[in-house]
Nanobody
């Protein structure tokens, strides 16, 4: 099983990025998928989407700016990040869980002021 994040990079404040979380070895449509971010400090919850896509939740700091979505045909979950701010700079991780959890290796997002 592999979970791979991509789409990170360097962007100016106010800009946008779209992260992707692709899975192989599992049918991602069976799994709830969440995004977290973590640097030297604590892990912070960013967003979560249910297996069907019907339920979405967001962390307080990203509510209204980030949008999580999924394309089960492509076995991929997306995180659209708009109005990025320097405090969004971090390593973003994707996890798929359904009893067992699988984590990706992370993708770095850097927002310059």
């Amino acid at each position: 099983v592999r979970v791979v994040e991509s789409g990170g990079g360097l962007v100016q404040a106010g800009g946008s990025l779209r992260l992707s979380c692709a899975a192989s070895g599992i049918r991602l449509s069976d799994y709830t998928v969440a995004w977290y971010r973590q640097g030297p400090g604590e892990r912070e919850f960013v967003a979560r989407i249910s297996s069907s896509g019907a339920t979405k939740e967001y962390g307080d700091s990203v509510e209204g700016r980030f949008t999580i979505s999924r394309d089960n045909n492509k076995n991929t979950v997306y995180l659209q990040m708009d109005s990025l701010q320097p405090e969004d700079t971090n390593t973003y991780y994707c996890t798929a869980y359904w009893g067992t959890s699988y984590w990706g290796q992370g993708t770095q997002v850097t927002v310059s002021s």
